[in-house]
């Protein structure tokens, strides 16, 4: 079982997560981490605080030699802001309490639930640990699961797709659609020829057409784990492009909103700007993809191992998200079934395969084998620099709030956020099904696993 649970204020000295249930021999990667703390404090929009913050990960117990060793995992994550908050944010009883009061409960925080719950006085007691600060831990406990998921041949993406009234077109195909390799063996071991065209004029064999021509030839992916030297796929199916995911995520990257779309993204950024110069703030929608996933990964059988609804709770957990969909969603409701539901296909050659993918990779809580797609709204930010109306705790006088720094818009930060939980969540999954207690075991578990599912298929 893998569990994890974090602890830190906003401006205490540190935030820490232990992470329990990791496989032995999982390399870390403490550059990978960093990289997606430094990918979570970017994006356009952001407030003052990321220009303190320079987030790193600290191992402090379960890891040695750059390898797992099976204990529970420690870590650390500096709050350079610290510095500033030292008197004031004290564990003991020298704290200047009576400093920087927090009387004023932002609507849209969590300041008014959070002192009627816990009796405070000062909300800063509430707001230090409420702060989306917390997800700094939560994106090294996600890069550990990704790094996990990329040893089982699984890859996460996320994009931008909308802040505001800015969107992506949703009436042309998304290039991120696709983006596995059809079947890394046939039969005999070696590559299979996929030929676009055997079920009909126009099939691709349910993949984006290659650019520039109509066969497909494809090899076997290799996934190395650092402490068997194992190489060869865990996966006969479809396996993820790695190379092709990596080349969208530089384009991701690139885009400081994390947008596919240039053009969309400078009307998110246009939008940014009209928000920042209203002192107003903004939401918007993040979208992840999973390639790789085997199918049946979750369960039909209980309410909780559902992985849909997993997914959906965690991704519910990141501060300010007030909706998920899967697949076409909202969309799914408003047309009739023979305009939602992915027919189901069958070649000698390919096994089962769909040439829609409107249920998003998922069907009764289980991965059916196509791309994972799961879409997350975030509100607008509730700190805003033109006042909202609210009411003094203590005085219980009506006020009009002002603030002192803020993120005008953090659906790009909420979207490393949103790629951590749903790689977290997957991973707890993988290790329930193909769990062990070193890395290679898992592997040939899942190894074992595919096999089956591709004699069941074929
Ligand atoms: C990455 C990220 C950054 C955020 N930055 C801010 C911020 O600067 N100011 C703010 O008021 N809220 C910010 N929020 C949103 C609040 O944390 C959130 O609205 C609050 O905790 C209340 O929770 P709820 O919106 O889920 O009800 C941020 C959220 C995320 C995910
Ligand atoms: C610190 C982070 O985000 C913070 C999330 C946040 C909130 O209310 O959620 C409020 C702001 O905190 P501060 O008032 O210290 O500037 C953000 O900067 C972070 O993402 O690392």
Known sequence: ??????????????????????????????????????????????????????????????????LTMGSPVALQIENRDWANWQEIMSAGEDARLDQRLVTRPRPGHADLPG??????????????RSSARETAARVAVGALAGRLLAELGVEVLGHVVRIGAAAVPDDIPSPLDG??????????????????????????GGKPAPPGGEALVCGA??????????????????????????????????????????????????????????????????????YGLPPGLGSCVQWDRRLDGRLAGALMSIQAIKGVEVGLGFTAAARPGSQVHDEIFHTPGRGFYRRTNNAGGLEGGMANGEPLVVRAAMKPIPTLYKPLRSVDLITKEPFAASVERSDVCAVPAACVVGEAVVAWELAAACAEKFGGDTLAEMRDNLRRYWAEVRSRTL
């Open 179 to 204: 983006l596995t390799l059809p079947d890394a063996g046939g039969p005999d071991g070696k590559p299979r020829e996929i030929v676009a065209g055997e079920n009909g004029p126009g099939d691709t």
């Open 221 to 290: 992916v290799e996934y190395r784990s650092a402490q068997s030297g194992d190489v060869s796929p865990v996966a006969p199916l479809d396996q993820p492009d790695t190379a092709a995911i990596n080349h969208w995520r530089e384009i991701i990257a690139a885009s400081p909103v994390f947008c596919v779309h240039p053009a969309a993204g400078e009307a998110m950024m246009r939008e940014i700007d009209r928000a920042r110069e209203a002192g107003d703030s903004l939401g918007g929608v993040f979208e992840i993809r999973v």
């Open 115 to 128: 002192a009627l719950k816990y009796g405070h006085r000062d909300m800063r007691n509430v707001l230090e």
């Open 1 to 66: 079982m893998l569990r994890f649970l974090t602890a830190g204020e906003s401006h205490g000295p540190a935030l820490t997560a232990i992470v329990e249930g990791l496989p032995a021999g999982l390399p870390v990667a403490v550059d990978y981490v960093n990289q997606q703390l430094a990918r979570r404090q970017g994006g356009y929009g952001r407030g003052g605080r990321m220009q303190i913050e320079r987030d790193r990960v600290r191992f402090l117990a379960g890891v040695r030699g750059g």
